[in-house]
T-cell receptor, first 117, second 117 residues
């Protein structure tokens, strides 16, 4: 069974460019979470999506950041006009359902490390 | 909003010895889930152990166990017979069961564990 896949694993962008991060959840999982890990910090929630819907984007910066999870294909986290402060590791996690049961665990991908020059 | 505090930025332990990592949290909820995640140098987030707050019995997974003190809002991780492969960053995390929380995880800043041979 394939786990959560993220690509690319490493991404280098120059200031002002766009970054697109992809996440393929565990097969059968329809709930995706994105987290950001700044240097020396823990992971912080960004956005929660179900297929074709954004459920909670309370952790997303108001500008330049967007996310989607289309009916077909991976979830995409898009950062427009990147700045140095966007340099971080971005993790995707998926779960089978969105309930509170401990069985709805979030399984994490290996992360994408974004470096902005 | 819930907060998670890990007061030990770094810890070290001798191989085969026991080490305890501390975690405290703040919440007004009576039911919730607590987790310890391990992040080795590969950066992959690995679930080590989970605890449901309504369960009085402390969770155990092989060499890993927790000391859950609900009244004190404390959730420490004990690693027995430490191995070189245990060296990693360890994150404590909280998850609300409330539907409105969307079940996102709140992480502490982490404790870097070094295992000395």
């Amino acid at each position: 069974n394939a786990g959560v896949m993220q690509n690319p694993r490493h991404l280098v962008r120059r200031r002002g460019q766009e970054a697109r991060l992809r996440c393929s959840p565990v097969k059968g999982h329809s709930h995706v979470y994105w987290y950001r890990q700044l240097p020396e910090e823990g992971l912080k929630f960004m956005v929660y999506l179900q297929k074709e819907n954004i459920i909670d984007e309370s952790g997303m910066p108001k500008e330049r950041f967007s996310a989607e999870f289309p009916k077909e294909g991976p979830s995409i986290l898009r950062i427009q006009q990147v700045v140095r402060g966007d340099s971080a590791a971005y993790f995707c996690a998926s779960s089978l359902a969105g309930g509170a049961s401990s069985y709805n665990e979030q399984f994490f991908g290996p992360g994408t490390r974004l470096t902005v020059l | 909003a819930q907060t998670v505090t890990q007061s030990q930025p770094e810890m070290s332990v001798q191989e085969a010895e026991t080490v305890t990592l501390s975690c405290t949290y703040d919440t007004s909820e009576s039911d919730y889930y607590l987790f310890w995640y391990k992040q080795p140098p590969s950066r992959q987030m690995i679930l080590v152990i989970r605890q449901e707050a309504y369960k009085q019995q402390n969770a155990t997974e092989n060499r890993f166990s927790v000391n859950f003190q609900k009244a004190a809002k404390s959730f420490s991780l004990k690693i027995s017979d430490s191995q070189l492969g245990d060296a990693a960053m360890y994150f404590c995390a909280y998850r609300s069961p409330a539907r409105g929380s969307n079940y996102k995880l709140t992480f502490g800043k982490g404790t870097l564990l070094t295992v000395n041979p």
